[in-house]
Antibody
Framework: QVQLVQSGAEVKKPGASVKVSCKAS????????VNWVRQAPGQGLEWMGW????????NYVQKFQGRVTMTRDTSITTVYMELNGLISDDTAVYYC????????????WGQGTKVIVSS | EIVLTQSPGTLSLSPGERATLSCRAS???????LVWYQQKPGQAPRLLIY???SRATGIPDRFSGSGSGTDFTLTISRLEPEDFAVYYC????????FGGGTKVEIK
């Protein structure tokens, strides 16, 4: 079945970096952009940007530019989101989500990766 | 950036009742780009409605979406126990933003 499976929870110190992976299966990897959305504890959803698995192109929300890098490895159908210079406000659950252009919506979501930033 | 304001923040209803959730945009959004998601505690969001009124695959017909311009509505005709959750609207006309969510809780 179509699914996105993410890496496990992380605990990081302020100033460190985190790299979260998202493995796609059950569909043609290069046909759909993969986006990243985060959710702070008890808060709503915040879009971070996307990576195009076909050519590696990216589009980042301005708030995260300079701090986030989204990449992909087509050989293992996996996308990555790396966030640098972590602060406590980056504590959140990070989701990868497949963008379906025909519906202009996220139709498949990963299970989420909890990232805790704490000294 | 288009701001989406969802109301009410919390809706307290009983199973079998009708739920009406509002999503208001700070400027006009094409219906093509208005989406609704459902999120239950500890789970990822699930796509319910795309294009303002089209149900995603496997979504029961008690869920319906409507609206245009700046005002959109998600209606759940008769609440089932599994429908108590948080609902988010999202637009993709100008960048991509989510509303703050409406929690539908059991009265």
């Amino acid at each position: 079945q179509v699914q996105l499976v993410q890496s496990g929870a992380e605990v990081k110190k302020p100033g460190a970096s985190v790299k979260v992976s998202c493995k796609a299966s059950g569909y043609t990897f290069t046909d759909y952009h993969v986006n990243w959305v985060r959710q702070a504890p008890g808060q709503g959803l915040e879009w971070m940007g996307w990576v195009n698995p076909d050519n590696g192109g990216t589009n980042y929300v301005q708030k995260f530019q300079g701090r986030v890098t989204m990449t992909r490895d087509t050989s293992i159908t996996t996308v990555y989101m790396e966030l640098n210079g972590l602060i406590s406000d980056d504590t959140a659950v990070y989701y990868c989500a497949r963008w379906t252009s025909g519906w202009h919506a996220f139709d498949i979501w990963g299970q989420g990766t909890k990232v805790i930033v704490s000294s | 950036e288009i701001v989406l304001t969802q109301s009410p923040g919390t809706l307290s209803l009983s199973p079998g009742e009708r739920a009406t959730l509002s999503c208001r945009a700070s400027q006009s959004v094409s219906s093509t780009f208005l989406v609704w998601y459902q999120q239950k505690p500890g789970q990822a969001p699930r796509l319910l409605i795309y294009g303002a009124s089209s149900r995603a695959t496997g979504i029961p017909d008690r869920f319906s979406g409507s609206g245009s311009g700046t005002d959109f509505t998600l209606t759940i005709s008769r609440l089932e126990p599994e429908d108590f959750a948080v609902y988010y609207c999202q637009q993709y006309g100008h960048s991509l933003t989510f509303g703050g969510g409406t929690k539908v809780e059991i009265k």
